[in-house]
């Protein structure tokens, strides 16, 4: 394999950036397909027929794929670059084209409820919507929880310049964060992103050192951040309250396609994994050279792999690691480094963070993170990777029958990242090298049992204190302390007081309660990974038969039909929980040997 780029190609979708006249024009298209759509579906009046109905699907699927084209674009220039203003100025007419979309849904939501019962079975189940009938019953079922189509439409147009005009005013705020730095004789400022990786660094002296000095930049925004999320929560209690829903789950698991008592029941069992957690924590603490580690040293490297990973070296574990497990998906890799897929450079002006977003219209996806060497970066580019071998699979399906949910999507990028580790461990030499890789899987399983455990917990009840009226920023800051104690079992020094302005999921917009779905595709693909040990090298056909399942039907069924388990009983999240924390003692052993 070549040594890849550290930049991604986004001119072979559309040469220019945020003044190519090639997305002006798609975008003008877009407008005109969506507008006209609309306008149809207003003037409809009565229950449509059958082919009106057959009519409207095709065009809204078209629709929709041009919608995520666009955001994918405008998402990747505003990341790449923050000051990029043209870019932020596209993201505002893609919301526009989106809301437009959305009040066309639900029109196309409440006609699809007004056919008869008996026309409706006869329709829906015909061959040509095979494929996406459960998307259309669930869409049908979905209309009759919301408000009447001309309000939601309202809310939709509301929320461009109000709630969506503040999880974008949070971007600007972090845009103009810079974090004072001195390396090697040189002052700079670093961005949030850059800055985030010293955090992980192997130095204690440069953890503290940016601990703190990452703590003093989120407080000295911590009123501005503040004010953001009391009015992304007023605006979402304000529309539910309107809806007449009395649970702030009831979107967030609607959206996830999963019941109340799955999620319930996975909490429960990740109750379970504090303890051996802990002694996880306390052992690496010990290795460090401390009683007790802070909040900024859990993800600090130990034994032999704290130095720095070259990118190549990385594209190269990563592929090598896929071919193990899976042909197509080592391909899809070897496409995506070779392709210019992945955007990786290490430089001012970035976004922190990583993520994976796909163009259905090129059949292509785009990666972003910031790699700075470290073995949590390759677990990021393995995640981000899976995510886009998620994508390849449902490449060429319908439209609606891509639309796959969060949890699901976590699903294929833990599991990508869990091979990328087993293989790594089986090749490694010595104990020192065994523990960095097992630190490694730990930290993966405190990140997915407690870090985001902290965040649910916080976000919940600061849902519950938020209906009373607005939250001062220390008021928020003794939640997020509160959720991380309960979380960790109180077995850290100190704590992120602050964490809840510096992560970027609670301002996301378009999905709320960004958090347990992490959980959920951690722990759901800890499951698959245990049937894939015992199936054997067959397993992967049956991988890709789940992974192209997952936007046609709940989550409860897709585990039942694929790996006969039953999601919302204890025993499957148990046995996984146990997996996930099975480690803890090799990773003692080794400790021992080495100190």
Same mark, same amino acid.
């Given at each position: ?63 929709n794929l041009r919608i995520r084209q666009a955001d994918s674009f405008t998402a990747c ?102 974090? /004072? ?38 407080? !000295?925004?911590?009123?501005?951040? &503040? ?54 924590? #306390? ?10 580690? *802070? ?10 792999? *704290? ?11 990563? =592929? ?5 497990? #899976? ?7 070897? @496409?995506?480094?070779?392709? @210019? ?17 796909? +163009? ?10 910031? %790699? ?32 796959? &949910?969060?949890n699901v999507a976590e699903t294929a990028s833990t599991f990508a990242e869990a091979i ?27 990140? +997915? ?16 204190? @938020? ?23 109180? #077995? ?19 999905? /709320?309660? %960004? ?8 722990? +759901?693909?800890? *499951? ?8 054997? /090298? ?43 924390? #099975?480690?803890? !003692?090799?990773?003692?052993? =080794? ?5």
């Amino acid at each position: 394999m070549n040594t890849p780029s550290l930049t991604w190609d986004l001119e072979v979708l559309f040469p220019g950036g945020s003044e190519s006249k090639a997305f002006a024009a798609f975008m003008e298209e877009s407008d005109k397909l969506v507008q006209e759509l609309l306008q149809e579906l207003k003037r409809s009046v009565g229950a449509a027929d059958e082919e009106q109905l057959a009519g409207w699907t095709g065009r809204l699927q078209e629709a929709n794929l041009r919608i995520r084209q666009a955001d994918s674009f405008t998402a990747c220039l505003t990341s790449q670059n923050t000051d990029d203003k043209r870019a932020a100025a596209w993201t505002e007419k893609v919301q526009t084209l989106s809301s437009r979309y959305s009040q066309a849904s639900n029109l196309f939501d409440v006609k699809l409820s007004e056919l008869p019962d008996d026309r409706w079975e006869k329709w829906v189940t015909a061959e040509e919507r095979k494929e996406i009938s459960f998307l259309l019953n669930e869409r049908r079922e979905a209309v009759r929880e919301k408000l009447p189509p001309e309000l939601e439409g309202l809310a939709s147009e509301l929320a461009i310049n109000g709630y969506h005009g503040w999880g974008d005013h949070y971007s600007l705020i972090v845009s103009r964060i810079g974090i /004072p730095w001195e390396e090697n004789g040189e002052a700079k400022k670093l961005s949030v992103g850059q800055a985030s990786n010293k955090l992980s660094h192997p130095s204690q002296e440069v953890r503290d050192r940016m601990a703190a000095r990452w703590e003093e930049a989120w407080t !000295e925004q911590e009123d501005l951040a &503040a004010d953001v999320l009391n009015r992304l929560s007023g605006f979402r209690l304000k529309l539910y309250g309107k809806r007449g829903w009395d649970s702030v789950l009831q979107e967030p698991l609607r959206i996830n396609r999963m019941s109340r008592e799955t999620l319930e029941s996975m909490w429960a069992a990740v109750e379970g994994s504090i303890e051996p957690l802990q002694k996880y924590l #306390s052992v690496k603490a010990g290795l460090l050279g401390k009683e007790k580690l *802070g909040w900024h040293d859990v993800g600090a490297p130990v034994g032999k792999q *704290g130095e720095s990973i070259a990118y190549g070296e990385a594209a190269k574990l990563i =592929y090598e690691a896929f071919s193990q497990f #899976s042909p197509s998906m080592a391909g899809l890799a070897e @496409r995506a480094f070779a392709e @210019r897929w992945i955007e990786v450079e290490d430089r001012a002006g970035k976004r922190p963070g990583g993520f994976c977003t796909d +163009f259905p219209i090129n059949r292509q996806t785009r990666i972003f993170m910031t %790699y700075s060497g470290t073995m949590d970066n390759v677990s990021t580019l393995a995640h981000e990777l899976g995510h886009a071998y998620h994508s390849s699979l449902v490449d060429g399906l319908a439209p609606f029958a891509q639309d796959y &949910a969060m949890n699901v999507a976590e699903t294929a990028s833990t599991f990508a990242e869990a091979i990328v580790s087993d293989a790594l461990l089986r090749k490694a030499d010595g104990a020192a090298e065994k523990l960095a890789l097992l630190n490694v899987r730990l930290e993966s399983a405190v990140a +997915f049992c407690m870090n985001i455990r902290a965040r649910f917990l916080f976000e919940t009840r600061f849902y519950e204190k @938020r209906k009373e009226g607005m939250l001062e920023a220390e008021q928020i800051k003794q939640l997020m302390i509160e959720a991380q104690k309960e979380a960790y079992g109180d #077995s850290l020094e100190s704590w992120h007081p602050t964490f809840w302005a510096s992560k970027l999921h609670f301002y996301i917009t378009d999905v /709320p309660f %960004y958090n347990f779905p992490y959980s959920f595709g951690y722990l +759901f693909s800890t *499951g698959i990974l245990a049937a894939a040990e015992k199936e054997g /090298p067959s397993f992967n056909e049956r991988y890709d038969a789940l992974l192209k399942d997952t936007a046609v039907m709940t989550v409860e069924d897709l585990a039942r039909k694929h790996l006969g388990v039953d999601l919302t009983k204890p025993d499957f999240w148990e046995a996984a929980v146990a997996k996930a924390v #099975s480690d803890v !003692e090799l990773f003692a052993k =080794y400790a021992v040997e080495i100190s």
